[in-house]
């Protein structure tokens, strides 16, 4: 009976998962966000897109950890700065982030039911 408690605790411990380096990179990718809209001249070369792929992973890391799933994070994540590279490109608007949001959702029920 106790070498069971024994495997259960153990087998527990190795499924549970280490939220402290995903913090760690989060505020890690967060600051270099930062760090580039505030002292990056937005006409030096790189600028752009070096801004939309801190954009990305910062988002991607940040919502995979609030949904508690790597998809949806990918996905919402996608979404957001697909709509921002849309904005930048001045044709943003409503109904493409409504269009935008149903592809995403459209997304996420087609990988869940595979």
Known sequence: MNL?????RKRKLTLRKNFFPTLII???LW????MVIYFV????????PLFFILFFLALLFTLSTL???TRRGLIAALGFSVFLVL???GVGSVINFLLLIGLGVAAEFYFSKK
């Not at 069971?4 to 259960?8: A, Q």
């Not at 600051?31 to 930062?34: A, G, H, I, K, S």
């Not at 001249?41 to 752009?48: C, F, H, N, T, V």
């Open 4 to 8: 069971m408690k024994k495997e259960f």
């Open 26 to 28: 989060i505020v890690v």
């Open 31 to 34: 600051t270099l966000l930062v």
């Open 41 to 48: 001249d937005p006409d030096a070369m790189g600028s752009i």
């Open 67 to 69: 949904f508690a799933n």
């Open 87 to 89: 904005q930048y490109l």
